[in-house]
């Protein structure tokens, strides 16, 4: 059974920082292309960051260039997304996604002060 397990989401104020966590099972994880995509409010769903199945290649949307890093632990079966300077913009449902075809649940980051 696969699960795709989004945390760390929340509430933030602009300029801020959270980290979110996708833990990954029922898959092997370490041969699978992690991304993380975003939807806000009455937006299309946005791709933000990919990272390769080493975590030697990623690449990101030119909106969060700069203040976004995505990461991974193949030991832990877990991907990251270390999000800095936060704006309001940035407020959407997080969704963590497993090539070809597997999502996470999502999980809430609003941006506000």
């Known amino acids: 059974q696969v699960q795709l397990v989004e945390s760390g989401g929340g509430l933030v104020q602009p300029g801020g920082s959270l980290r979110l966590s996708c833990a990954a099972s029922g898959f092997t994880f370490s041969s699978s292309i992690m991304s993380w995509y975003r939807e806000a409010p009455g937006k299309e769903r946005e791709l933000v960051a990919s990272i390769g199945v080493t975590g030697s290649s990623t690449n990101y949307a030119a909106s969060v260039k700069g203040r976004f890093t995505i990461s991974r632990d193949n030991a832990k079966n877990t991907v990251y997304l270390q999000m800095n300077s936060l704006k309001p913009e940035d407020t959407a449902v997080y969704y963590c996604?497993?090539?070809?075809?597997?999502w996470g649940q999502g999980t809430q980051v609003t941006v506000s002060s």
């Open positions: 996604k497993a090539w070809p075809r597997y």
